[in-house]
T-cell receptor, first 111, second 114 residues
Framework: SQQGEEDPQALSIQEGENATMNCSYK?????LQWYRQNSGRGLVHLILIRSNEREKHSGRLRVTLDTSKKSSSLLITASRAADTASYFC???????????FGKGTLLTVNP | EADIYQTPRYLVIGTGKKITLECSQT?????MYWYQQDPGMELHLIHY???????EKGDLSSESTVSRIRTEHFPLTLESARPSHTSQYLCASSESGLDLGELFFGEGSRLTVL
């Protein structure tokens, strides 16, 4: 069963704007991770946030986690055309043996 | 750059053929995974391995099989390919340890069965 669900499914913005993507999940987690996938390529890990953390930063990325609402958000600031990709959240549950992915958000950054 | 490699990147074959998708990593990771992904969709775990001679089926039922004879190598085999097997197959690995952290992905193998 699907654990992570991203929202929106697609997002189109102009270069320089901020992009926010949300992820909701259903069961308790050990950590939540965000990945990026360029069209037809493999996934690249962006950031990991543990269940006892509320916010994490990495360069232009900011991730928040609200375990009471079972949700996370990924903010990309000052977006660039090169940020165009699909973004997936993935959760590690109590069994701790696998990552469960959502359907992803397709981000298009127009130059 | 992740040191995990998949071959072939693209494969078009006829129904009934046997195929093997190769996956190799040079990071010494014990944990390896195969995910299946249809265009625009989420990834589904089909196989995973915690080390040599350890293989398990994932959440999505798959007619494929895997083997783990060497730490660095985790090939996936389809004995008789069918059009329903058309998909992208992604291999990944992660470090050992109690907590599952970052997965390192290969570039994927896109399989088309005619």
């Amino acid at each position: 069963s699907q654990q992570g669900e991203e929202d929106p499914q697609a997002l189109s913005i102009q270069e320089g704007e901020n992009a926010t993507m949300n992820c909701s999940y259903k069961t308790s987690i050990n950590n939540l991770q965000w990945y990026r996938q360029n069209s037809g390529r493999g996934l690249v890990h962006l950031i990991l946030i543990r269940s006892n953390e509320r916010e994490k930063h990495s360069g232009r990325l900011r991730v928040t986690l609200d375990t009471s609402k079972k949700s996370s958000s990924l903010l990309i600031t000052a977006s660039r055309a090169a940020d165009t990709a699909s973004y997936f959240c993935a959760t590690v549950g109590g069994s701790n043996y696998k990552l469960t992915f959502g359907k992803g958000t397709l981000l298009t950054v127009n130059p | 750059e992740a040191d995990i490699y998949q071959t072939p990147r693209y494969l078009v074959i006829g129904t009934g053929k046997k195929i093997t998708l190769e996956c190799s990593q040079t990071m010494g990771h014990d944990k390896m995974y195969w995910y299946q992904q249809d265009p625009g969709m989420e990834l589904h775990l089909i196989h995973y391995s915690y080390g040599v001679n350890s293989t398990e089926k994932g959440d999505l039922s798959s007619e494929s099989t895997v083997s783990r004879i060497r730490t660095e190598h985790f090939p996936l085999t389809l004995e008789s390919a069918r059009p329903s097997h058309t998909s992208q197959y992604l291999c990944a690995s992660s470090e050992s340890g109690l907590d599952l952290g970052e997965l390192f992905f290969g570039e994927g193998s896109r399989l088309t069965v005619l």
